[in-house]
């Protein structure tokens, strides 16, 4: 990213929504727009209540750590971290030591780039906790939503070892992924279930590292692609100037209006955060026989459809690299597949065609009409030769748009493809009749004329003959 060594390192965290209910509490986990409906006296620190540890989000915990390599303790257990936020109505949070045991300690992930060459991304903890409440802040007041207070957080930190925006947002990208293969969350950033926090210094050389500079609670990940690019430049332009002494170790945020990021405060070697054992939650034991269940409940994650996909189907390493994105892309394509679409049909339709109807309209694959058995209607349409492939992508449309049955669109819109050799051969007849100078050209050697006389039989049946026969008997006749 220039002349200096770029080091980063990330924090990403990721809200488990879908689990029923809090990591401590038994109030509902689930996005609500109604503020402050999910809430639980345990979650708002009333005197008297007690916590209670979720099984579903321990065991979520020990699978991630697995996916990681990490090191599982033999004991689970949290602490307190006391510091005073409003969005914490105990004044405390209930999380982990990353310095002693976390659920996940140390750790690895190969990540692959869109070109196909790998890196390793170094894991230094993985530990659950609890959210905080929301905090809105308006022009002369601020409101608090407690639905998310309570809700499970897994924290995952890496290494200092990225050094590329680039490489980052892939990494970031791909634990998503992996995160909402296992069940874990949604991982929608329009839910506020995804933030980072990132680290970024610059060096002379692969050696040693620069001045720690962290930018809190990026949003997204172009947000934190477009962060470490500018940080890198700031810190650079610096360093040129002869003024790196400004450089300190500092917090700062990313302003996506100015597209600048901006001092909050500096920092201290050390944030004292005063951590001490939380007492009403007893450590308990991770048994093997707890670990190796939940081991091999660990599902088909995302590299692992991208192998099959390229190897058992067929499909170049682009296409697999986009369906796997998302999990709920995959899923529709594996249905379409069940459905037996042919696996480059499917993945062409998905790729081409759905995917940039749901960008444009910011809708999910699963909230569209268009579900992968209507989809099969039309593939299998196109297949018996019922109708063309232009004919396929109008009808495409015209099932997101009226949202009705292919079937019944084919039949309203007369779309059935001409298949008749008479009747197509009639029309092209019709059709040279009108033009004997052009056939005169065409037999002279301009043999782009042919196409001339394809296009005016589509016109004359609306694009509903054959294209196919068209060409086959048009031949014939042009001898």
Same mark, same amino acid.
């Given at each position: ?7 980063? =390192?990330?924090?990403? !965290?990721?809200e ?13 986990? +689930? ?17 008297g ?9 321990v ?8 996916i990681? !390599? ?16 409003? *969005?914490?109505?105990?004044?405390y949070?209930?999380t ?20 196909? #060459?790998?890196?390793r ?5 993985? !530990? ?64 506020? !279930? ?11 050389? +692969? ?18 692609? *477009? ?19 400004? %450089? ?10 100015? =597209? ?12 004292d955060?005063?951590?001490?054992v ?28 991208? $192998?099959?996909?390229? $190897? ?13 994105k ?10 379409c ?14 790729i ?23 989809? #099969?209607?039309?593939t $299998? ?12 992508? *109008?009808?495409f ?14 039949? *309203? ?15 092209? $007849?019709? %059709? ?7 056939i ?34 048009? #031949?014939?006749?042009?001898?």
């Amino acid at each position: 990213m220039g002349k200096y060594y770029v080091t980063i =390192g990330l924090e990403m !965290h990721c809200e488990g929504s879908l689990t029923n209910s809090k990591v401590f509490s038994s109030a509902k986990n +689930e996005y609500n727009k109604l503020p402050n409906c999910n809430v639980s006296p345990v979650d708002m620190g009333f005197p008297g209540v007690l916590p209670v540890a979720n099984k579903k989000c321990v065991q979520y915990a020990v699978m991630m750590a697995s996916i990681l !390599h990490a090191r599982i303790p033999e004991y689970m257990y949290w602490e307190r971290k006391n510091y005073y936020y409003p *969005d914490l109505p105990k004044g405390y949070q209930i999380t982990q030591n990353p310095p002693e045991e976390c659920v996940g300690n140390g750790g690895y992930i190969d990540i692959q780039r869109e070109d196909g #060459s790998v890196f390793r991304v170094d894991i230094d903890n993985l !530990h659950l906790e609890e959210d905080a409440a929301q905090l809105t802040h308006l022009y002369d007041t601020s409101t608090i939503n407690y639905n998310r207070a309570g809700n499970p957080l897994f924290e995952l930190v890496t290494g200092p070892c990225l050094h590329s925006a680039d490489d980052a947002v892939s990494f970031l990208e791909y634990m998503r992924a992996v995160y909402q293969y296992c069940g874990i969350s949604e991982a929608d950033s329009k839910k506020g !279930h995804l933030r980072c926090d990132v680290n970024v210094s610059i060096s002379e050389d +692969e050696n040693s590292l620069g001045t720690k500079v962290e930018i809190k609670n990026v949003n997204s990940f172009s947000s934190v692609h *477009d962060a470490i690019v500018y940080e890198v430049k700031r810190q650079t332009a610096l360093k040129d100037a002869g003024r790196y002494d400004e %450089v300190v170790q500092q917090t700062r945020r990313w302003d996506d209006e100015t =597209g600048t990021t901006i001092a909050m405060r500096d920092k201290v070697d050390a944030e004292d955060y005063k951590y001490f054992v939380e007492p009403n939650l007893p450590k308990f034991r991770l048994t093997e026989e707890f670990i190796k269940e939940v081991q091999e409940n660990i599902p088909e994650l995302p590299y692992e459809r991208k $192998e099959k996909y390229i $190897e058992k189907l067929g499909l170049s390493n682009y296409d697999a690299t986009i369906l796997i994105k998302e999990k709920s892309t995959s899923d529709y394509f594996e249905e379409c597949l069940k459905l037996g679409v042919e696996a480059k049909t499917a993945a062409n339709w998905i790729i081409s065609q759905i995917l940039g109807y749901i960008y444009k309209y910011d809708k999910n694959i699963n909230e569209i009409y268009l579900t992968p058995e209507r989809l #099969s209607k039309i593939t $299998e349409n196109v297949k018996s030769g019922k109708i063309s492939s232009k004919q396929a992508k *109008d009808l495409f449309f015209l099932v997101l748009e009226r949202e009705e049955e292919p079937e019944k669109i084919m039949k *309203d819109e007369g779309m059935e493809q001409i298949s008749d050799d008479g009747a197509i051969k009639s029309i092209i $007849e019709e %059709v040279l009749n009108e033009n004997p100078s052009q056939i005169e050209q065409y037999r002279a050697g301009k043999t782009n004329m042919f196409d001339y006389f394809v296009g005016q039989v589509m016109k004359k049946t609306r694009g509903q003959a054959n294209p196919s026969l068209v060409r086959d008997i048009l #031949s014939e006749l042009l001898k």
